[in-house]
């Protein structure tokens, strides 16, 4: 909009000044003339003679100061009408004017505030010339005025807009660089000058392949390149090189827009220094946790080894122990009782002998059943099994020998363990038991 209206504001001004020269051979002589010539000009004009004071005004430049007539303005300081804030500006380029030089070289060096008839301040653009006699001597000074509050409020907006713009990208935990589509960098937040370590000026028009390292520019250049061609996309985990040599990884994601007929890629860099250091932390917790666990399966193993050792220990106790109690039994009362029935008895006392001897052995007969419990509870078929396994033979060929499947044998191999209480002692060996059991038997009651 400005340049269009600049654009427009030149061609006004060229238009006068070819005015003006047409009338430099008329003027003074021929006031009306040019005062006419003025009049019909759609924008503010203001004549002023060479010290700055208001000679002439035309009908829209009294409308825009919001006079009723020219009396108020004629006569007076033409810096007078310039708002304080303006003033020393429109000094330095008034004088300048006067000298044939040209303005000082600013963006807005045309931009002015015009004093209104109320006191109130009105944007202005002016531009200005020198009127010349037909000799080459200056006359008067021609300045063109034009109100640009509309300029003004959308150069107000878009500055409160961008503002806002920067606000909402520098509140971002992720750093973020703009750039055109031949890579230079014009625009970027807070946290890209953290990361990278450069001043604004500094990382402002500086093309983004200096901000990784040699190594790692052509595959950053082929992924700028997608981004243009394919609005965007993801690079993923790569480096990036800071002002001070550090190289530092990233994430970074990518995506073009278009604005004012261009192309823009915005690139998301995203700092996975912590995450990298999370993920460091978290491996090593890991290797920690198997080499603890590893340790206390270890102990685990051996206590539980040490366990069935003593487990071990106890049931062969156990069955030596019952053994001393029957040999203990048999010694002290079988030797009476096979003397008695060699004694010259009577009939009624070896009845008595008789009775004493079966009662023996009814009684020896329950202290067995108690300690050699290997068939007391068994099934034909888990006896039979028990005898196989005593003998030493595997599952494969107990089954082929008893025509059931090896699955049927490790469930008899089972049931039998349960009523032998071995289920809870899964070391202790079932055909090592049997047979430990059937050495104490044949020891005792064969």
Same mark, same amino acid.
């Given at each position: 909009?400005?340049?269009?209206?600049?654009?427009?504001?030149?061609?006004?001004?060229?238009?006068?000044?070819?005015?003006?020269?047409?009338?430099?051979?008329?003027?003074?002589?021929?006031?009306?003339?040019?005062?006419?010539?003025?009049?019909?000009?759609?924008?503010?004009?203001?004549?002023?003679?060479?010290?700055?004071?208001?000679?002439?005004?035309?009908?829209?430049?009294?409308?825009?100061?919001?006079?009723?007539?020219?009396?108020?303005?004629?006569?007076?300081?033409?810096?007078?009408?310039?708002?304080?804030?303006?003033?020393?500006?429109?000094?330095?380029?008034?004088?300048?004017?006067?000298? +044939?030089?040209?303005?000082?070289?600013? !963006?807005?060096?045309? #931009?002015?505030? =015009? *004093?209104?008839? &109320?006191?109130?301040? /009105?944007?202005?653009?002016?531009?200005?010339?020198?009127?010349?006699?037909?000799?080459?001597?200056?006359?008067?000074?021609?300045?063109?005025?034009?109100?640009?509050?509309?300029?003004?409020?959308?150069?107000?907006?878009?500055?409160?807009?961008?503002?806002?713009?920067?606000?909402?990208?520098?509140?971002?935990?992720?750093?973020?660089?703009?750039?055109?589509?031949?890579?230079?960098?014009?625009?970027?937040?807070?946290?890209?000058?953290?990361?990278?370590?450069?001043?604004?000026?500094?990382?402002?028009?500086?093309?983004?392949?200096?901000?990784?390292?040699?190594?790692?520019?052509?595959?950053?250049?082929?992924?700028?390149?997608?981004?243009?061609?394919?609005?965007? +996309?993801?690079?993923?985990?790569?480096? !990036?090189?800071?002002? #001070?040599?550090? =190289? *530092?990884?990233? &994430?970074?994601?990518? /995506?073009?827009?278009?604005?004012?007929?261009?192309?823009?890629?915005?690139?998301?860099?995203?700092?996975?220094?912590?995450?990298?250091?999370?993920?460091?932390?978290?491996?090593?917790?890991?290797?920690?946790?198997?080499?603890?666990?590893?340790?206390?399966?270890?102990?685990?193993?051996?206590?539980?080894?040490?366990?069935?050792?003593?487990?071990?220990?106890?049931?062969?106790?156990?069955?030596?122990?019952?053994?001393?109690?029957?040999?203990?039994?048999?010694?002290?009362?079988?030797?009476?009782?096979?003397?008695?029935?060699?004694?010259?008895?009577?009939?009624?006392?070896?009845?008595?002998?008789?009775?004493?001897?079966?009662?023996?052995?009814?009684?020896?007969?329950?202290?067995?059943?108690?300690?050699?419990?290997?068939?007391?509870?068994?099934?034909?078929?888990?006896?039979?099994?028990?005898?196989?396994?005593?003998?030493?033979?595997?599952?494969?060929?107990?089954?082929?020998?008893?025509?059931?499947?090896?699955?049927?044998?490790?469930?008899?191999?089972?049931?039998?363990?349960?009523?032998?209480?071995?289920?809870?002692?899964?070391?202790?060996?079932?055909?090592?038991?049997?047979?430990?059991?059937?050495?104490?038997?044949?020891?005792?009651?064969?």
């Amino acid at each position: 909009m400005k340049k269009s209206q600049s654009q427009n504001f030149q061609k006004i001004s060229r238009f006068l000044k070819k005015s003006v020269k047409k009338m430099e051979t008329v003027f003074p002589e021929d006031q009306d003339l040019l005062k006419k010539l003025l009049s019909v000009i759609p924008d503010a004009v203001i004549l002023t003679d060479l010290l700055g004071k208001v000679i002439f005004v035309n009908d829209v430049a009294i409308k825009l100061a919001e006079y009723s007539t020219a009396k108020k303005i004629v006569g007076q300081d033409a810096i007078s009408f310039i708002s304080p804030q303006y003033r020393e500006k429109a000094e330095v380029n008034l004088a300048r004017l006067v000298k +044939g030089l040209p303005r000082s070289l600013n !963006v807005y060096a045309n #931009d002015y505030e =015009l *004093i209104a008839a &109320d006191g109130s301040y /009105i944007p202005v653009e002016i531009h200005g010339n020198i009127l010349k006699n037909s000799d080459g001597s200056p006359f008067a000074m021609v300045h063109v005025l034009r109100d640009i509050t509309a300029r003004k409020k959308t150069e107000d907006a878009l500055i409160k807009s961008e503002h806002k713009f920067h606000t909402i990208l520098d509140k971002l935990p992720d750093a973020v660089i703009i750039a055109d589509a031949k890579g230079r960098i014009i625009d970027f937040n807070l946290m890209a000058r953290t990361l990278f370590g450069y001043s604004k000026k500094e990382l402002l028009g500086l093309h983004f392949t200096k901000l990784h390292p040699r190594e790692d520019v052509e595959k950053m250049q082929n992924a700028f390149n997608r981004f243009v061609n394919q609005k965007g +996309g993801h690079v993923g985990d790569v480096r !990036v090189l800071t002002k #001070d040599g550090r =190289l *530092i990884n990233v &994430d970074i994601n990518g /995506i073009r827009i278009e604005m004012d007929n261009q192309s823009w890629i915005v690139g998301l860099f995203r700092d996975m220094t912590s995450y990298k250091e999370r993920e460091k932390n978290l491996k090593t917790a890991q290797k920690n946790l198997e080499a603890q666990i590893a340790e206390r399966t270890i102990e685990l193993m051996q206590r539980n080894t040490a366990l069935n050792l003593l487990l071990s220990e106890v049931d062969q106790e156990k069955v030596e122990r019952e053994s001393r109690i029957i040999t203990e039994i048999q010694s002290r009362i079988r030797p009476h009782i096979q003397a008695l029935n060699k004694a010259n008895l009577s009939s009624s006392h070896k009845g008595h002998v008789i009775h004493i001897e079966k009662g023996f052995q009814t009684a020896l007969s329950k202290v067995i059943s108690d300690i050699r419990p290997s068939t007391t509870n068994l099934t034909p078929q888990e006896i039979k099994v028990s005898s196989l396994v005593r003998q030493g033979m595997s599952t494969r060929e107990i089954a082929k020998i008893m025509g059931i499947s090896t699955k049927t044998v490790d469930i008899f191999r089972y049931n039998i363990r349960k009523k032998l209480g071995l289920n809870k002692r899964r070391r202790t060996n079932l055909a090592s038991h049997l047979m430990s059991m059937e050495s104490v038997y044949k020891k005792n009651f064969s």
